[in-house]
């Protein structure tokens, strides 16, 4: 089988998401361990907690009326995931009865999808969700994005998130992990420094 090749915009090591090796480390950033968040007016951050194993699965940024939920994993060093991962995530939304387009979007190639929510409370009739699925294959970690609110249909907050997005600095630490695994996030160190 081919390795898939890596998708990445063209600018990517000068415009971000970067890679810890190529940021100014005395900027301010959050360090949530795998990611980097440079702070800025109207950032909300919240960290994605698995119930059963505590581990922090997602980083939840809430900006300009959307949301982006960020994750980092493990990317082998040749080839990249965001391909393959494309492919799943189409399937699983087709699973659920949803619809999903593929576009060219300023990140590269982005999965719009339509998903069918239920909705609750009495007589609530469901409704669907957009949300933008984006990725980076950056040098060994892969970053996927997914993009949910006004960022989804207005252009000015889509520009405001991807501007985000690609603020975000990735961690890979040195420490040999499989393809696919997640990077370990964690908490910052200092709340309420920032």
Do not use: C
């Amino acid at each position: 089988m081919e390795p898939l090749a890596k998708s990445a915009p063209a600018d990517r090591a000068e415009a971000g998401p970067f890679d810890e090796s190529e940021v100014n480390p005395v900027r301010p950033y959050i360090d949530l361990g795998a990611i980097k968040v440079l702070p800025r007016e109207g950032l909300n951050l919240r960290l994605e907690v698995e119930e059963q194993t505590k581990r922090i699965v997602a980083v939840g940024l809430d900006y300009a009326d959307s949301t982006l939920q960020v994750q980092p994993f493990a990317a082998p060093r040749s080839s990249g995931l965001w391909e393959e991962t494309r492919e799943q995530i189409r399937q699983q939304v087709k699973h659920q009865g949803g619809r999903v387009e593929e576009r060219e979007g300023p990140l590269g190639p982005e999965l719009l999808a339509e998903v069918p929510v239920a909705a609750g409370g009495e007589g609530g009739s469901a409704g669907k969700r957009l949300a933008r699925f984006v990725g980076v294959d950056g040098p060994r970690w892969f970053l996927r994005g997914v993009i949910g609110g006004a960022a989804t249909g207005d252009v000015e907050a889509a520009a405001q998130v991807e501007d985000l997005f690609r603020s975000l600095v990735v961690v890979r630490g040195s420490s040999p992990m499989p393809p696919r695994d997640l990077i370990p996030l964690k908490m910052p160190a200092t709340p309420g420094s920032a």
